[in-house]
């Protein structure tokens, strides 16, 4: 049946990306600046032994890390967007480089017909040195996979393909005990007939054959049922993790779902197969607790994996979430880092249960080089792209498809061949997408292009997900050129999403155009120049709210791209 499955995705990909042949006017961008100015990072600058938190700005979900000596390893969950789980590196959990994705084969992974926040998610990454191995497990979504774990011995040069896992359920871990036998944890549904109410879920573990690459049969027992007091009705127990030390094992899971309730608790139990105690300090990270109204927000707090630091203290990593003016989520949930004190029974997060600072100090004999020497930048940056060099930096994605089914870099920039889906379809798009990465940012793009007919668009895009964007291209009607600005939004009661021209602008196309993006906080504005100075408004200023995960849905954030369609499907009145 696996051979069966991925015969017909690979199929299926070839007729898709067939059916697009180049066409004579393929739209060519020649460059793009994203600019990000927060104000919480000009009012608290770094000083000497400071780096900022998050550490991954932008819809870099779910993180887990690993060590092996001193090298780290960090991956997150990317939903359709591909490559899926992107992995970086970092020698000292401050300055990180960006490695790609896992799952990189198209043949292997194929989240083509997904929603955007399904693909894959809540990645688990463990070093084995029982066997000097790297073991990615994560739940995939798409293609008929379920729960996969894929190997490497060394995550710079590539992983292995994926092995499809028996046992269902999400958000699945593995750890290897200190004798090299090996347990996989994982949130699952409760037995047939004993869900107790709306959210109620529990742990599994599982005995994990490393010869086989699987878990084995039978072994599977429910450590924990409901959360940490199952008699005030915990919801949404997820995310475990199994940790050893002074020979007692550790579960840490995420409680209370991945909004304003998340939350981190610890269990303690002399067994990996439990029983499991929960601490009487629960939770261990959370900031549910605090006014809506404080500065400089950071909420939503969990889903966490612990490391030893280079400074032979504890970190953790963990998701939380930046909201704008309005509490609206458009940056995604980002990746953050705590030192976790650990001196005592059981580990708490330094800080982590009171308003999250935006600055921390450094491990010790640690310089901040992000940024700098191929570093991810972080805080307020710029970043400038002419896609002149042989590599395309890994932070331009893919949607449910490879960017290189639609990409060519030349010598005159980058030729985005259009697809024949548009942006609202639920199929791979011509997109290049960037991540937006900060409340307040710009995003210009300079494009060469013109249109043959109304079918033609390229522009940009501002895009939560397929039923949630802002289109800003041009295209044509009759022998006139359009700049075009659309509004697509939810769907309405017949499923069909609410498409709304906001306004539209005959232009002519003598040369280049720049096009951009900006927002501060949730006031987006979408703006041209054919001098290359003068840039002029289209449609005012436009709300940010449907680009929010509170108001779209989901859980990423949202995506600035390069677009481009033969199957447009704005029409323009006479």
Request: proline share 7%; aromatic share 12%.
């Amino acid at each position: 049946m696996v051979v069966l499955s991925l015969f017909a995705m690979v199929s299926f990909t070839v007729a898709e990306y067939s059916t697009y042949p180049p066409k004579k006017n393929v739209p060519i961008f020649t460059k793009v600046i994203y600019e990000g100015n927060d104000q919480v990072y000009n009012d608290y600058p770094l000083e000497e032994g400071e780096f900022y938190n998050p550490i991954l700005q932008g819809c870099y979900p779910d993180p887990s890390i690993t060590r092996k000596g001193d090298d780290y390893y960090m991956v997150c969950s990317s939903f359709a967007m591909f490559p899926g789980v992107p992995i970086f590196h970092s020698k000292d959990l401050v300055n990180w480089t960006d490695l790609g994705g896992v799952l990189d084969d198209i043949t292997e992974f194929n989240p083509h017909d997904t929603g955007i926040s399904q693909g894959v998610y809540a990645p688990g990454i463990t070093y084995n040195p029982h066997n000097d191995t790297f073991y990615m497990i994560v739940t995939a979504f798409s293609g008929g996979l379920g729960n996969i774990i894929v190997k490497t011995k060394d995550p710079m040069k590539g992983w292995g393909s994926p092995k499809k896992l028996d046992f269902g359920g999400i958000d699945p871990s593995i750890f290897f005990d200190d004798d090299g036998k090996a347990y996989v944890v994982h949130n699952d549904a409760p037995d047939k007939g004993k869900e107790l109410y709306n959210g109620h879920r529990v742990i599994k573990i599982w005995e994990y054959d490393i010869e086989k690459d699987q878990v084995i049969a039978g072994t599977d027992e429910i450590i924990v049922d409901g959360g940490v007091d199952i008699t005030e009705k915990p919801i949404w127990i997820e995310a475990p993790h199994i940790y050893k030390k002074d020979g007692s094992y550790y579960l840490m899971c995420a409680e209370g779902g991945t909004g304003d309730w998340h939350s981190e608790v610890i269990f303690k139990s002399d067994s990996p197969k439990g029983p499991y105690i929960p601490a009487p300090s629960n939770p261990i990270l959370t900031q549910r607790y605090f006014p809506k109204d404080r500065e400089n927000m950071v909420d939503w707090a969990g889903h966490a994996d612990l490391v030893k630091g280079p400074d032979d203290q504890y970190y953790g990593v963990f998701l939380a979430i930046r909201p704008n003016e309005e509490n609206r989520v458009n940056t995604g949930r980002e990746t953050f880092i705590l030192p976790v004190d650990w001196s005592g029974e059981y580990p708490v997060f330094e800080n982590g249960l009171v308003p999250i600072e935006p600055k921390l100090k450094m491990p010790k004999g640690v310089t901040n080089k992000t940024g700098q020497d191929g570093f991810i930048p972080n805080g307020n940056f710029t970043f400038e792209e002419d896609f002149s060099s042989d590599k395309l930096d890994y932070r331009w994605i893919g949607l449910r498809g490879t960017r290189e089914a639609f990409i060519k870099q030349t010598k005159k920039g980058l030729e985005i061949t259009p697809f024949s889906t548009n942006i609202k379809e639920r199929k791979p798009t011509s997109t290049l997408f960037h991540r937006q990465q900060h409340k307040t940012f710009s995003f210009t793009t300079t494009l060469e292009y013109e249109p043959k007919s109304e079918k033609d668009m390229a522009g940009v895009t501002a895009y939560q997900n397929e039923n949630s964007n802002y289109v800003f291209g041009i295209t044509k009607k009759g022998k006139q050129n359009y700049l075009v600005l659309q509004k697509n939004s939810k769907p309405n009661w017949r499923g069909e999403t609410v498409s709304k021209i906001i306004a539209t602008e005959p232009i002519d196309l003598d040369g280049p155009i720049d096009l951009n993006i900006s927002a501060e906080g949730d006031k987006y504005q979408f703006s041209y120049a054919v001098n290359g100075s003068d840039f002029k408004t289209v449609g005012g200023t436009v709300s940010g709210d449907i680009l929010s995960t509170d108001v779209a849905g989901g859980f990423t954030g949202a995506l600035l791209g390069l677009y481009a369609t033969s199957g447009n499907d704005i029409i323009l009145e006479d």
